[in-house]
C-alpha cells in the first residue's frame, strides 16, 4: 500500500483505496477489506446503507460541490478532496469550505495530482494528509509542508494576516 504523509510530516501507510466512479451502467465496487473513500454524491444516494460506517469516507472532485454533504461532514472519518491536474486550485476553494463554512474537525486528504511544492499551500487550506503523486518522493514531502516560517495571509491556520500579528 502507499503511504501517506501527515501534516506534521510523519509519514504512514496508507490503508484507504479511493474508488472510482462507476462507468454508466456499472455498479460501484467498495471493497470488503479496507476502508474506502467514495464519491460524495454516491454517499449521499446511499446515505442508510453507508451512515455510521466509519469504513467509507468521500472523496471530492473539483468540480463538485461540497455543500451536499453540509449536515453531514463530521459523520464522516475521512473526506478526501482530488486535485486532477495540478493547475487546477478548485479543490484548496473546497478544503477552506468544509473546514471554515462547515466546520469538518476529522481528516481531509489531497489525492490526485499532489505534488511536493503545493504542500505547504494545502495545509495551510485546512487538508491533514496528502497521498502525494506515485512519481514524488515522499521523503522530501515534510521539508515542504513548512517551507515558510511565516503565512502572509490569514488561513485556516491563523486568523490574522501577518501585519496584524506583528502590530501588537
Not at 506534521?8 to 451502467?25: K, L, S, Y
Request: proline residues 7%; glycine residues 8%; charged residues 25%.
Amino acid at each position: 500500500m502507499p503511504d501517506v504523509i501527515n501534516a506534521d510530516g510523519t509519514i504512514r501507510q496508507d490503508n484507504w483505496v479511493v474508488v472510482p466512479r462507476p462507468e454508466e451502467g456499472e455498479s460501484l465496487a467498495i471493497p470488503s477489506d479496507q476502508p474506502a473513500l467514495i464519491p460524495a454524491d454516491l454517499w449521499l444516494a446511499g446515505y442508510e446503507h453507508f451512515a455510521g460506517n466509519d469504513q467509507i469516507g468521500v472523496w471530492f472532485d473539483s468540480h463538485d460541490e461540497p455543500e451536499i454533504i453540509a449536515d453531514r461532514v463530521n459523520e464522516l472519518p475521512l473526506i478526501g478532496v482530488n486535485f486532477p491536474r495540478f493547475v487546477d486550485g478548485r479543490g484548496y476553494s473546497i478544503a477552506r469550505l468544509l473546514r471554515e463554512r462547515f466546520g469538518y474537525r476529522n481528516e481531509l486528504r489531497a489525492i490526485g495530482d499532489v505534488l511536493l511544492d503545493q504542500l505547504q499551500f494545502m495545509k495551510r487550506c485546512g487538508f491533514d494528509s496528502y497521498a502525494l503523486r506515485p512519481d514524488k518522493d515522499i521523503n522530501h514531502a515534510a521539508t515542504c509542508l513548512n517551507f515558510f516560517s511565516q503565512g502572509y495571509q490569514a488561513a485556516t491556520d491563523t486568523d490574522l494576516p501577518l501585519f496584524r500579528r506583528r502590530a501588537g
